[in-house]
């Protein structure tokens, strides 16, 4: 992350966290300082795994705070027993070519 924070790419991070965005504890904490020092932050609000007594928010998506353009997510209810996706629609979205990862 380092290195593509000093490429000033826009990043957008997105998967499974199991870490509960609903509930303030500990490990959200740290996650939240660990990805704010690449100015990132967690933008999804709704539930992304329903149980039968339970809701939680752990299929997480993070990008950079400075990223221009508007975007909207929506909640993508899949029928399948455990978790549920997201739609990320983003506007003004310009993606590049370059390649930024370098070969070791």
Same mark, same amino acid.
């Given at each position: 992350?380092?290195?593509?924070?000093?490429?000033?790419?826009?990043?957008?991070?997105?998967?499974?966290?199991?870490? +509960?965005? #609903?509930? %303030?504890?500990?490990? !959200?904490?740290?996650?939240?300082? @660990?990805?704010?020092?690449?100015? $990132?932050?967690?933008?999804?609000?709704?539930?992304?795994?329903?149980?039968?007594?339970?809701?939680?928010?752990?299929? +997480?998506? #993070?990008? %950079?705070?400075?990223? !221009?353009?508007?975007?909207?997510? @929506?909640?993508?209810?899949?029928? $399948?027993?455990?978790?549920?996706?997201?739609?990320?629609?983003?506007?003004?979205?310009?993606?590049?070519?370059?390649?930024?990862?370098?070969?070791?």
């Amino acid at each position: 992350m380092i290195y593509l924070e000093q490429t000033k790419a826009q990043l957008i991070i997105c998967g499974y966290t199991n870490i +509960n965005y #609903f509930i %303030d504890n500990n490990k !959200k904490d740290q996650l939240r300082m @660990l990805l704010n020092t690449f100015n $990132l932050q967690q933008v999804i609000d709704f539930p992304t795994r329903v149980g039968s007594s339970s809701i939680s928010l752990i299929d +997480n998506l #993070f990008w %950079d705070k400075s990223r !221009k353009g508007n975007f909207h997510l @929506l909640p993508a209810l899949n029928g $399948l027993p455990d978790h549920d996706g997201h739609i990320s629609i983003l506007e003004n979205f310009q993606v590049s070519t370059k390649n930024i990862f370098q070969k070791y």
